[in-house]
């Protein structure tokens, strides 16, 4: 067994405990630092499999940015585990028959007959000044250029749909515009009312 | 290829040394006598009297979610920018269609005043 086949089994081994963890443990940000582990692990397979660009923007994208947006989530929606744990025993049953049925069809969709070395072979090994970033360019802005510009229109639609669903305007705002402020005139503010004194009577 | 990413895996491994390797020495070598008292939370003197997590305002998601979008632009930045020279001219007008649909999110986004603080 070589030295890389050890780094994959150790590594899948983290993998899948801290998959199995992000789906145990009590604590929401305790699953969400799981996840952590899991996007960490899985970039080291990436590189094994010779994906350096994908495993650094699996780094850089998941664990950057999309982990904060679940730590947000998490802290938001301010969950209590005393009210989600409250039909566990009732809906158990209905959760054994899916969990049942989708890992049947895993295993009719990517069972074994559709893994292993025969089927796909393993990268061939590059020489140490080889460049996957490169290599990727090449193609993605060429070849591929009609799903990349899919992709913008696809960040584009989620920029909108992020400002539609949660940018609320504050009814009171609280700031003040000092442009605002100096432009100010006495007319604006004071006004001299001119009234005949009363008399008595 | 793979080799280049040895000395990451070094690292990786003495970071994880170094990190467990004090808590460790701490929890062998210090005294540890917990009772009911010391182990109740308190804050400056007096019990506790509410969670310590607490809501986060929508704006912050509203942030991040676009801080994630254009990060993602930046990383489809980074293969072009070392195949510009190979790709040419039909790169660059691809990349400049991929940034001028994203720019129009950004001018929707300022001017909706999602960049805002109130």
């Not at chain 1, 969709?109 to 970033?133: C, H, M």
């Not at chain 1, 899919?150 to 992020?162: E, G, Q, R, T, Y």
Request: net charge neutral; with cysteine; proline share 4%.
């Amino acid at each position: 067994m070589g030295f890389e086949q050890i780094v994959f089994y150790i590594f899948s081994a983290i993998l899948v405990f801290a998959a199995g963890m992000v789906i145990s443990v009590r604590n929401p940000v305790f699953a969400a630092l799981f996840l952590v582990l899991a996007f960490f692990t899985s970039a080291v397979i990436w590189i094994l499999l010779e994906a350096e660009f994908l495993a650094l923007t699996l780094v850089l994208v998941y664990v950057g940015a999309v982990m904060v947006l679940f730590l947000f989530v998490v802290m938001m929606l301010d969950i209590n585990l005393a009210v989600l744990k409250r039909g566990f025993r009732r809906y158990l049953p209905v959760g054994f028959v899916v969990a049942f049925i989708m890992i049947v069809q895993l295993v009719l969709i990517v069972g074994p007959e559709q893994f292993g070395l025969d089927k796909v072979e393993s990268p061939t090994p590059r020489a140490a000044d080889y460049s996957n970033t490169e290599e990727l360019g090449r193609v993605l802005y060429t070849v591929y250029v009609y799903p990349f510009e899919i992709a913008s229109v696809i960040l584009l639609v989620a920029i909108i749909a992020a400002i539609a669903l949660t940018l609320r305007k504050r009814k009171h705002p609280r700031f003040m515009s000092p442009e605002q402020q100096i432009k100010v005139r006495r007319e604006d503010r004071l006004r001299i009312v001119k009234m005949k004194s009363e008399t008595k009577l | 290829m793979v080799e280049n990413y040895l000395p990451i895996l070094v690292f990786i491994v003495l970071g994880i040394l170094f990190g467990i390797a004090p808590i460790l020495a701490g929890y062998m070598m210090g005294p540890s006598k917990p009772d009911s008292v010391k182990l109740s939370p308190y804050e400056c003197g007096f019990e506790a009297f509410e969670d310590a997590r607490m809501k986060f305002d929508v704006r912050f998601y509203l942030v991040a979610i676009l801080f994630i979008i254009f990060d993602l632009e930046i990383a489809f930045l980074f293969p072009w920018a070392v195949v510009l020279d190979e790709i040419g001219m039909f790169g660059l007008v691809a990349m400049a269609v991929f940034l001028g649909i994203l720019v129009i999110g950004f001018i929707y986004e300022w001017k909706k005043g999602a960049l805002e603080w109130e």
